[in-house]
């Protein structure tokens, strides 16, 4: 049997959101548009380039986002449009590979494994057709990153954003991903960060280099394990397509640590509508609403509920899943 190194491909839309806005009011391009809850306890779900140059990020709560950005464009979003313009991503995606794994709304992996003669070419070609489709289909940008895993591919289409195409092959881990921080690890937030870096971590090859059993006694095996693997360029999962599934579900991992009660309270009531959008998308209810909580030593909670009747709407997910997560604290 012919055996084929991984090829894994991960696209990730640009300020999607944002984009969209901007695609569909001209009059917004250039201008810093920051979508997401306009409540007082709203969080920002995507902001533009030009909202970044101020400071605006994801999951940051929208009244900071107002002081840091005050002349901003606040939307509360269209996002049914989102999910109409998101079914053409990935329609057009289909045709790239018969292996891809949705993330969210607006990111998912391609595998590519075996299909070299298929290309016609090398995978950066392959990746500049796939996004060269996606902008004379959609006039929207997506960054692209190809690599032998999932870790190293989602990392490599963030190298480069906007409009990004990098591929990182093996022989490459140590030349791009040693010099990067260690927050470029999956799973590094703040608190992480800043207990590696008393034990002198500051990038990726001081933990690639770093003996086993020392890292171990600093961090713990399970968390220590995982930083090896992933500094070394190592991710064994695989890409799950779209199948008939027990459950849905959508989980992240944050570039900081969220302080507070009210700041996780706002993320859930985000993951949530993007469960919600993938049970209608599918034409799905679900009986069982489960929060996962993964503190910052990598130590993981669930806590489910069975309900009565079933849910697919944004506001019952969340209703249920902030009952669930107020049960943990």
């Not at 806005?21 to 009059?27: G, L, N």
């Not at 190809?146 to 022989?171: C, H, M, Q, T, Y």
């Not at 280099?209 to 006694?217: F, H, S």
């Amino acid at each position: 049997m012919e055996h084929h190194e991984k090829l894994i491909l991960h696209m990730d839309m640009d300020c999607f959101f944002a984009a969209v806005e901007q695609r569909d009011h001209p009059e917004l391009k250039g201008k810093p548009v920051i979508v997401g809850g306009l409540s007082g306890r709203g969080v920002v779900s995507t902001a533009s380039y030009e909202a970044r140059k101020f400071g605006v990020h994801s999951a940051m709560p929208m009244s900071t986002a107002r002081r840091k950005c005050p002349d901003g464009i606040f939307l509360a979003g269209n996002y049914r449009r989102y999910e109409a313009v998101s079914a053409q991503i990935f329609e057009i995606l289909s045709r790239f590979s018969p292996l891809v794994e949705p993330l969210s709304i607006d990111e998912g992996f391609l595998d590519l494994t075996g299909m070299e003669r298929l290309m016609k070419g090398t995978p950066k070609a392959y990746g500049q057709k796939l996004k060269e489709s996606i902008l004379s289909e959609t006039g929207l940008v997506a960054s692209v990153g190809i690599a032998p895993n999932k870790f190293l591919a989602k990392l490599a289409s963030d190298l480069e954003k906007p409009d990004g195409l990098v591929v990182i092959s093996e022989r490459d881990v140590h030349r791009i991903l040693w010099p990067l921080p260690i927050s470029k690890l999956w799973g590094v937030g703040r608190k992480t960060e800043d207990r590696l870096s008393l034990f002198g971590y500051r990038i990726i090859g001081d933990i690639a280099k770093a003996r086993p059993e020392i890292l171990e006694n600093q961090v713990g095996t399970k968390l220590a394990r995982q930083l090896k693997e992933l500094a070394n360029g190592k991710d064994n999962r695989p890409v799950e397509p779209y199948r008939e599934a027990k459950s849905i579900g959508r989980e992240t991992t944050f570039e900081e640590d969220l302080m507070s009660r009210e700041e996780a309270e706002q993320c859930l009531l985000s993951l949530s509508a993007q469960v919600g959008w993938r049970l209608r998308r599918d034409g799905k209810e679900a009986r069982t609403v489960q929060v996962k909580i993964r503190l910052s030593d990598f130590s993981t909670y669930t806590r489910q509920r069975t309900l009565p009747g079933t849910v697919c709407y944004d506001d019952d997910i969340f209703r249920e899943a902030k009952g669930l997560f107020r049960s943990f604290l």
